[in-house]
Every structure is written in C-alpha cells, then in structure tokens.
Nanobody, 125 residues
C-alpha cells in the first residue's frame, strides 16, 4: 500500500507561482509512474503531468507545458510540481497519484491506484 500526502497549495494572483509537494510512503516497490492530476468544480479529473519513477522521463499536457515542472527527489521520497505563470483556469484541487503502469503520454485516472487527499490551488485574476 502506498500513502500519499500533498502540501503546498494556496491562493495566488495570476502570474504567480506555487510548488506542490507529495510525500510518498509505504510499499513503493513496483511503482512505475507518478503523476499530478487536478479537478475543478463541476469538471472531470484531468491529468497534468507524469514522471517515470526509474528513468525520470516526463510528460505534460499542452495546457501546462512550459509553465509547470514535475520532478522527484528519490532520497526524500517526494514528488513535486512547480507551477509558474499561473492562470485562473489552473484553479482546482490538485492530487498526486502513483501507478504500477507507465504509458507515456497517457494520463488516465483509471490507471492510478494510489491517491493523495488533494490540495487546493486558487488563482485569482
């Protein structure tokens, strides 16, 4: 069982930055992919970025490419999401998740079996 705890959310003005952290613990053997998802009110949960745990290969959806950076610190068992140039449309609850499957450029929530509780990000115009 993998446990995930997000932190770092908050409220910022458009153009600002936030860094989300996800502390990963438990049995991480077999984890291949770690990802960030987000869910805005009234919308479906959508993938933002993922990283292959072993190689560090990353993928971003177009809406965040060039603004967000996913990274991992294996020594600290922590996943990060650096978010720059934030826009009001980035407002959502952000979740980290892990999967035993890594399918590059595929960010389907159904492939991820462990989830954090989420952290709120609010961007005002």
């Amino acid at each position: 069982q993998v446990q995930l705890v997000e932190s770092g959310g908050g409220s910022v003005q458009a153009g600002g930055s936030l860094r989300l952290s996800c502390a990963v613990s438990g049995n991480t053997y077999g984890v291949r992919s770690m990802a960030w998802f987000r869910q805005a009110p009234g919308k479906e949960r959508e993938g933002v970025a993922h990283i292959h745990k072993q190689s560090g290969n990353t993928y971003y959806v177009n809406s965040v490419k060039g603004r967000f950076t996913i990274s991992q610190d294996n020594a600290k068992n922590t996943l990060y999401l650096q978010m720059n140039s934030l826009k009001p449309e980035d407002t959502a609850v952000y979740y980290c998740a892990t999967s035993v499957i890594f399918a590059f450029a595929i960010l389907s929530p159904q492939q991820y079996s462990s989830w954090g509780q989420g952290t709120q990000v609010t961007v005002s115009s």
